[in-house]
């Protein structure tokens, strides 16, 4: 089944202690993407990658990390994770960010950062 | 970057009844416009899509206009029923220089359709 994973599922953590989020995606899709949602801001891009071993600065990139090593998997990583970032975050993928651009949405990640 | 403005926030209507959302975008270089359903505890899935060749497009009870001229598109759904309650996003994505590619998401409307 064509699908975006998303591990962990929810994540309770305390400030400081670095943390990674992890996503896949079995569709060789080219394009990936982080989205955090909070209420009333909708859905605010973090970091995008348009294939491997390049990735770019989204709209709130500020206390994230990410990679791109192989063209499935696309870990966020929060180093240092402060309570500002406590949001619903979302991984998606598409085939070619310019010319196929659906994206397949991952179940999403609820992180509490205490 | 590309601003995406959407409205209302919240809708609530009649089961049976029409709803629409409207989405404003800034960028004139912008051509594609998609829409997403968020439903409780789920990812947003892409339910419509529109291009900038395109005035209008329809799929059984929903469709989404777009008028190039004064920026703005909206989703229309009708015959609501309880299960179009969810959270819709519009977004556009721009093709100019250092954005290209990027798809820019409205803040989203809580739709509920009362039975």
């Known amino acids: 089944e064509a699908q975006v994973t998303q591990n962990p599922r929810y994540l309770i953590t305390v400030t400081g202690k670095k943390l990674t989020v992890t996503c896949s995606q079995n569709?060789?899709?080219?394009?990936m993407s982080w989205y955090r949602q909070d209420p009333g801001l909708g859905l605010r891009q973090i970091y995008y990658?348009?294939?491997?071993?390049?990735?770019d600065k989204g709209d709130v990139p500020e206390g994230y990390k990410v990679s791109r090593k192989e063209k499935r998997n696309f870990p966020l990583i929060l180093e240092s994770p402060s309570p500002n970032q406590t949001s619903l975050y979302f991984c998606?993928?598409?085939?070619?960010?310019?010319?196929?651009?659906?994206?397949?949405f991952g179940s999403g990640t609820q992180l509490s950062v205490l | 970057g590309e601003n995406v403005e959407q409205h209302p926030s919240t809708l609530s209507v009649q089961e049976g009844d029409s709803a629409v959302i409207k989405c404003t975008y800034s960028?004139?270089?912008?051509?594609?416009f998609p829409w997403y359903k968020q439903e409780l505890g789920k990812g947003p899935q892409l339910i419509i899509d529109?291009?900038?060749?395109?005035g209008e497009k329809k799929d059984q009870r929903i469709a989404v206009t777009l008028n190039k001229t004064a920026k703005h598109f909206s989703l229309h759904i009708t015959e609501t029923q309880p299960e179009d309650s969810a959270v819709y996003f519009c977004?556009?994505?721009?093709?100019?220089?250092?954005?290209?590619?990027?798809?820019?998401f409205g803040r989203g409307t809580q739709l509920t359709v009362w039975p």
């Open positions: 990658s348009m294939n491997v071993e390049v990735t």
């Open positions: 569709m060789n899709h080219e394009y």
């Open positions: 977004a556009a994505k721009t093709d100019r220089g250092s954005t290209l590619g990027r798809l820019y």
């Open positions: 998606a993928s598409s085939l070619n960010s310019l010319t196929n651009e659906k994206l397949f």
């Open positions: 960028d004139s270089a912008s051509n594609y």
């Open positions: 529109i291009r900038s060749n395109v």
